[in-house]
């Protein structure tokens, strides 16, 4: 039997499949479902034809990791690259799901050399991986309720958005929690305000009285009693949601502390400056542990997307923002390098240098990351830690020269 190629157009209930042979004719088309017999009779029909290859528009997920554990070679393909393919098979711009199964197992087989088979993540890897998209995606959860709170107080109170420096902070929740409308504040002077504090274990840092000079000192709203007492119950509301999802938040932090310690990239990682133990959790998650998928620190800065996109015919060039990228990857990169501009001399001399150059400050966290990731990747390569001195004594040789 010769070497065939397939495609998969994913779905949440259901998946078109396509298996071409070496010539380009189609051998078979099928859908399964997205449940365990669905995914069953997947690969008991793919493992029929030996040495497939099978595209797919996503690197993870439980279908991905259900073909990697059963053999099956998987190969991702961005979308972005399926869509630039696509008027190969249609020029009237029609789209189906076997369409594109038939799109990505064909697009397999006449550019397979460009694809790189995917290689399944460590354990270790999936595991803070799990734990720290699901952190991010709660922090994701606190800032969206915050500044829904925040909205619900500028308009009948603003004054309790103004008494303590964050929303979200103990503090404060216990003080709207307690005072959810200015009538239920009506009667707070300096004394209850320091009795409620020191019940609070507040820290102390600001006097009661600017304290209450804040609360006082905020416009007044514009809304009737019972337009008041409206706010003041979903006030109460954002207040005991975000109450219970601090917490796991917190807890979900210590699980990817001990995740990242017991990692055995972990420490490669956590050697750079400024990293701290979330966001070298975010970047290790992310790059993962297979050296052989970045072949230089090129690639990484690709995937991270910190570098532009160069286009050039014939004499004109243009340069716009990388797009396609991993945007989680990208976040937690320029988060580092952000932070890293306020310890690192090298760091904030090569941001000043961009600055000057005329570039804004995301522009210049960019070329900043960038940098970082050379750095990066070459002790990932290594397997080896940061070293502050070396990379300095490096980085002025370079300079020198």
């Known amino acids: 039997m010769d070497h065939c190629t397939a495609g998969l157009d994913w779905a949440s209930e259901e998946h078109a499949i396509c298996i071409v042979e070496a010539a380009g004719a189609i051998r078979e088309s099928f859908t399964v479902t997205h449940d365990t017999k669905g995914l069953a009779e997947l ?3 793919l493992r029929r034809y030996p040495e497939l290859r099978l595209a797919i528009e996503r690197p993870d997920g439980l279908l991905v990791d259900t073909l990697v554990d059963a053999g099956v070679r998987v190969v991702p393909i961005h979308p972005n690259k399926l869509k630039a393919a696509r008027e190969r098979y249609s020029s009237s711009g029609a789209k189906s799901d076997p369409g594109d ?10 550019d397979g050399h460009r694809f790189r088979e995917l290689t399944p993540l460590s354990e270790a890897t999936k595991a803070l991986r799990a734990l720290v998209r699901t952190r991010d995606d709660l922090v994701k959860a606190r ?17 309790a958005a103004a008494i303590f420096n964050r929303l979200d902070s103990d503090i404060a929740l216990a003080f709207l929690e307690r005072y959810p409308t200015p009538e239920a504040a009506g009667y707070l002077g300096e004394r209850r305000l320091q009795a409620f504090l020191r019940r609070n274990a507040y820290c102390g840092r600001k006097p009661v009285s600017e304290l209450l000079g804040r609360l006082r000192e905020a416009p007044a709203g514009v809304t009737g009693a019972v337009e008041a007492e409206a706010h003041g119950e979903c006030v109460k509301a954002l207040v005991r949601v975000l109450k219970a ?11 990817i502390a001990v995740a990242l310690d017991e990692h055995p990239d972990g420490a490669i990682f956590k050697s750079f400056p400024r990293s701290g133990e979330v ?15 970045f072949q230089s620190d090129d690639v990484l800065a690709m995937e991270a997307g910190v570098v532009p996109v160069t286009k050039r015919s014939g004499k004109a060039t243009s340069v716009g923002f990388r797009w396609a990228c991993n945007k989680r990857l990208r976040r937690a990169t320029t988060t580092w390098a952000d932070n890293t501009r306020h310890s690192s001399s090298w ?17 210049a966290i960019r070329i900043l990351a960038r940098a970082w990731l050379r750095v990066l990747w070459r002790c990932w390569q290594d397997r080896t830690s940061y070293d502050d001195v070396r990379h300095l004594a490096a980085a002025a040789a370079r300079f020198a020269a």
């Open 101 to 110: 199964a038939y799109a990505l197992a064909d697009l397999l087989r006449t």
């Open 43 to 45: 690969v008991r029909r």
């Open 143 to 159: 800032v969206a309720l915050v500044n829904q709170l925040a909205a619900q107080l500028a308009v009948f109170w603003p004054g």
């Open 245 to 255: 999802l601090l917490p796991q938040i917190k807890e979900l932090e210590g699980a």
């Open 347 to 363: 760091a904030r001399g090569l941001y000043d240098r961009a600055r000057a150059r005329g570039a804004d400050h995301p522009h």
């Open 279 to 293: 966001n070298a959790a975010q970047l290790l998650a992310e790059i993962g542990d297979v050296r052989e998928r």
